[in-house]
């Protein structure tokens, strides 16, 4: 069974509770525009729980929150590296998601958010 290629960018975001309405917009409208360039698919979701459990930390212990704040993640998947490439060049020149960011900025520390990237390794699984 090979398993498909993917190329994934995660954000977590520090969200003061009452911006998240706007915060989740602000992302559903720069994931279409995303998907409109190439992008796979863009999942926006709220941490449910972040405390330790089963011997492993917390994500709360690797992204401290203030009081009134909750964590959102965002993960925007493109089918490999090159994709995400490609995409990011024509986004980082689109005056829309420009637009968006500057109104991100204005709600959320930029500097608190936790971003990376992740692939999919190459795998072949033999075993049945």
């Not at 972040?50 to 009081?67: D, F, I, Q, T, W």
Request: with cysteine; net charge negative; aromatic share 8%.
């Amino acid at each position: 069974m090979q398993i498909d290629q993917r190329y994934m960018v995660m954000v977590l975001i520090p969200v003061a509770s009452n911006s998240i309405p706007r915060v989740f917009a602000i992302h559903r409208q720069t994931a279409q525009l995303y998907k409109q360039l190439g992008a796979v698919d863009v999942e926006i979701s709220l941490l449910a729980d972040g405390s330790a459990k089963y011997g492993c930390l917390g994500l709360n212990c690797a992204v401290p929150l203030m009081a009134g704040e909750q964590l959102m993640m965002v993960v925007d998947s493109f089918t490999d590296k090159e994709s995400y490439s490609r995409v990011s060049k024509t986004a980082d020149k689109d005056s829309a998601i420009s637009n968006l960011f500057e109104e991100l900025s204005a709600l959320v520390d930029i500097s608190r958010i936790v971003r990376a990237e992740f692939e999919t390794p190459e795998v072949q699984d033999n075993y049945r």
